[in-house]
Every structure is written in C-alpha cells, then in structure tokens.
C-alpha cells in the first residue's frame, strides 16, 4: 500500500501519471484491493470496527481507480451487442429452439433451461468466475432435451463444442494482432 501511495504522489495523481507507469500501478492496485478482500473475508473477527472501516474505505478507493467502465465504452458495447442481435435473432433463435434437441423445445423445458441457466450464472457471478451465458443456455437446453429422452442432435451439439473450443484462443490471436497493428499505427 506504501508502494502505491508513493507511486500516485510522485506525480500528485493517477491522471498526472506517464502512460508507461499507470499500467504497473493500476495492476498493484488491484492486487491490493482483491489482497484486502481476502482478508477481510478470512480474518474479518481478528479486525476491530476501526480497522475493518478503513480497510473498505481504502478498498473503495482502490475500486474506484481501478474498477471502472468508461461511458463511451458502455455505449459502444451496447450498440454492438444490440445491432449483432438485430443481424443474427433468427440463426440463435432457430439453433438454441429447434436444432440442439431432435424436437422443439417445451415450455417446461425452457423453463427448466432458463432456470439453471439463471442459477449456474448468478453462482459463477458470486464467485467471480467468467461464464458465456449463451454456452450456460445451451447446455441447459442439452440438459433437457436428454432428460426429456427426446435426443440430441449431435452435430449441433458438435458445431457449438467446436465454437466454444475454438472462442478463446481465436479471440487471442485476432485481439494480439490488432493490438500489435494498432500500437504500431499510433
């Protein structure tokens, strides 16, 4: 904590810092902030009152610095997310609805689908684990449909295991590359 402090005063703030510095620094405040929450979980009746106030308020402080969404970038993620629906409703749609189990989904199924789905997410969100909801959605579907004994249809089920393979290391490679094109543009 004495390290980031001395960091952030040596040019007076986070906004003053050189751009080659505010990287390692916003990275050890992050680790001082998930560090203080570790503690605070495990050794929350060793603290007094006093210590446990100052500790969140220091952590709040740390969040507020390191732990934040830029508006344009909220608004940017938003129009994406909602023009990508707007092109593709009907391919999802018709994939997770009709093409993952041999018959059309039930309600009940559905339900059941989007209850587990809602269950599994808000329990990886509790305990800060990365999920893709859709791959939740999809295997809940998978789930009913075996349960239901109506059958998969196995090369969707393939094709969408193959995606989620696939994603991340596809997701490196094109995002490396644009970050190398784009550090080397500006």
């Known amino acids: 904590m004495r390290d980031i ?4 005063a040596q040019y007076g703030s986070l906004a003053k810092m ?3 510095t505010v990287g390692n620094s916003r990275n050890d405040m992050y680790l001082a902030s998930e560090a203080i929450r570790f503690l ?7 603290l007094s009152a006093d210590e446990i106030t100052t500790l969140n308020a220091y952590k709040r402080s ?8 830029p508006n344009w970038v909220k608004v940017a993620v938003a129009i994406a997310l909602g ?3 707007m092109v593709g409703w009907k391919r999802i749609v018709v994939t997770v609805g009709e093409k993952i189990g041999k018959t059309h989904l039930t ?3 559905g339900a059941c689908a989007e209850i587990t789905a809602a269950a599994t997410i808000a329990a990886a969100d509790g305990y800060g684990l990365p999920v893709s909801t859709t791959h939740v959605l999809s295997s809940g579907i998978a789930g009913t449909m075996s349960a239901n004994g109506s059958g998969l249809q196995l090369a969707t089920v393939r094709n969408i295991a193959l995606a989620w393979v696939l994603t991340l290391p596809a997701a490196m490679v094109i995002s490396g590359t644009l970050y190398w094109a784009f550090s080397n543009m500006f």
């Open 62 to 69: 740390l969040d507020n610095a390191t732990k934040f969404i």
């Open 40 to 46: 605070m979980k495990d050794k929350a009746s060793d």
């Open 5 to 8: 402090a001395a960091q952030v």
């Open 83 to 85: 023009l990508g629906t």
């Open 18 to 20: 050189p751009a080659e």
């Open 107 to 109: 309600y009940a199924q």
